[in-house]
């Protein structure tokens, strides 16, 4: 596998370039830097991963 960009709601976020026997993420967008060199097994799994840590920096109002 050659490198991929990695897109999250239609804009690109990052890449994932083969690592030994994983994927290394390199954010290139500030709000997922937080996952930036970390390793995954598959861009899905990224792509996971940015969503996880986007809704927990916004989550969803609780309307009464």
Do not use: N, W
């Not at 990695?6 to 290394?24: F, M, Q, S, T, W």
């Not at 937080?34 to 989550?59: C, G, N, Y």
């Amino acid at each position: 596998m050659k490198k991929q960009v990695i897109e999250y709601a239609g804009v690109p976020v990052g890449i994932v370039i083969p690592d030994e026997d994983r994927l290394k993420f390199i954010a290139v967008k500030f709000h997922v830097h937080d996952l930036d060199e970390q390793r995954f097994s598959s861009p899905d799994e990224v792509k996971v991963a940015i969503h996880d840590l986007m809704t927990r920096r916004h989550p969803k109002p609780i309307h009464a």
